[in-house]
């Protein structure tokens, strides 16, 4: 299977990323708030089990996690967030899928596409790029740290579907409905992630030459800085780009 995962792939942006870690725990924190809204309890409810250990993936604070449920369920005041998904066209053709967490659907709209069409890009219809992923468990693993056989072995005896090694990363893949299973599987086998969520996964990448492959970066990159968008998913093929001093 082909592959996709923001760990394994945007390496370059690693300081970057770094800088944003208040910006991404803002993002998770909405994530738990709307998972809560359908129960407190991580047990019985999946889609707030995953957010948690996604959270806990980032290394957020207990506290924080806490916080969030009480808001989502109701506890604690907290405003209602709508789930909207768009999607369109980076420069070379480059499918993009945006995932938001908004409560005014009217500025997320003019933002995601202010910012498609002031680089290159163009906001697409409901489906026009969506048949072009799956939606799996992604999960990461510094390949330098981990042997891939060792991976492979625990990850496949818990249920996963495929590892990959990408560019040095340790790539778990897993359904949708295993994902928060293998993930805590592999961390009470001792392999410590890098990161893990529901991603969407391109059936097929397309390969750009490093200049335009750059010009869907700054879009990807542009865009999650949007504070309502909380994932970004392309079919941009990054190997054999050397990108790791932009």
């Excluded at 299977?1 to 300081?15: E, Y």
């Excluded at 916080?67 to 909207?84: F, H, T, V």
Aim: aromatic fraction near 6%; charge should be negative.
């Amino acid at each position: 299977m082909s592959g996709h995962s923001k760990w394994a792939t945007i390496k370059h942006k690693k300081g970057a990323e770094d800088a944003k870690r208040g910006q991404k725990f803002t993002k998770l924190i909405k994530e738990i708030s709307v998972a809560a809204k359908d129960g407190a309890d991580p047990d019985s409810n999946a889609k707030l089990r995953t957010a948690i250990l996604k959270a806990k993936a980032e290394n957020m604070p207990k506290d924080n996690i806490e916080k969030a449920i009480k808001k989502g369920s109701g506890e604690m005041g907290g405003g209602d967030y709508y789930e909207l998904v768009y999607e369109g066209y980076a420069p070379g053709g480059i499918a993009i899928i945006v995932d938001t967490l908004t409560d005014n659907k009217n500025r997320t709209a003019a933002d995601v596409r202010s910012t498609l069409t002031k680089l290159g890009g163009s906001l697409g219809a409901t489906g026009s790029v969506s048949y072009m992923f799956e939606t799996k468990g992604v999960i990461s693993f510094d390949g330098d740290r981990y042997e891939e056989e060792k991976v492979f072995e625990a990850a496949l005896e818990l249920g996963a579907e495929d590892v990959l090694n990408e560019d040095g990363t340790i790539i778990v893949y897993t359904s949708p409905a295993d994902f928060a299973k293998v993930m805590e599987g592999l961390g009470n086998a001792g392999f410590e992630t890098l990161g893990g969520g529901i991603e969407r996964v391109p059936n097929q990448k397309t390969a750009l030459d490093e200049e335009k492959a750059k010009k869907v970066l700054n879009i990807i990159d542009r865009l999650e800085e949007l504070d309502d968008v909380q994932n970004v998913y392309s079919n941009l093929d990054m190997s054999g780009l050397d990108l790791d001093e932009e």
